[in-house]
Nanobody, 122 residues
C-alpha cells in the first residue's frame, strides 16, 4: 500500500517562503506522475505542480498562478518530493496535497497524502 505523508505547512506572512515535503513509501520510479494539488476553502482542488516521468526525462507543469514562484523537486535517494514556495500571497492559502499515480495493465491508480495546511496572512 503506497503512503504519502506531507510535512512543512504552517503560517507565513505575505512575501514569505515555505517548503513542503512529501515522504513516499515506494520507489520513486514506480510512479508515472507526481506532484502537488491544493484546495482553498469553498473552491475545487486544483493542480499546483505535476511532474510526469515521460521517457525517464520528465517535465514539470505549473499552474499559471504559481509559475516563477514555486519550484517542484524530487529526491530519489530519500524518496521524497518537495515544493519550494516563494513570494507567497494570501491567495496561496489552502490545504496542499501530495499526489502520485501509477499505470498498470491500462489502469491508473491514484494516491493522495492527508494534506498540510498553508496559511498566508499578516
Amino acid at each position: 500500500q503506497v503512503q504519502l505523508v506531507e510535512s512543512g505547512g504552517g503560517l507565513v506572512q505575505p512575501g514569505g517562503s515555505l517548503r513542503l515535503s512529501c515522504a513516499v513509501s515506494a520507489s520513486m520510479h514506480s510512479f508515472n506522475t507526481m506532484g502537488w494539488y491544493r484546495q482553498a476553502p469553498g473552491k475545487q482542488r486544483e493542480v499546483v505542480a505535476l511532474f510526469t516521468d515521460s521517457a525517464r526525462e520528465g517535465s514539470t507543469n505549473y499552474a499559471d498562478s504559481v509559475r516563477g514562484r514555486f519550484t517542484f523537486s524530487r529526491d530519489n535517494a530519500k524518496n521524497t518530493i518537495n515544493l519550494q514556495m516563494n513570494s507567497l500571497n494570501p491567495e496561496d492559502t489552502a490545504v496542499y496535497y501530495c499526489y502520485a499515480d501509477t499505470l498498470s495493465m491500462g489502469r491508473r491508480y491514484h494516491y493522495w497524502g492527508q494534506g498540510t495546511q498553508v496559511t498566508v496572512s499578516s
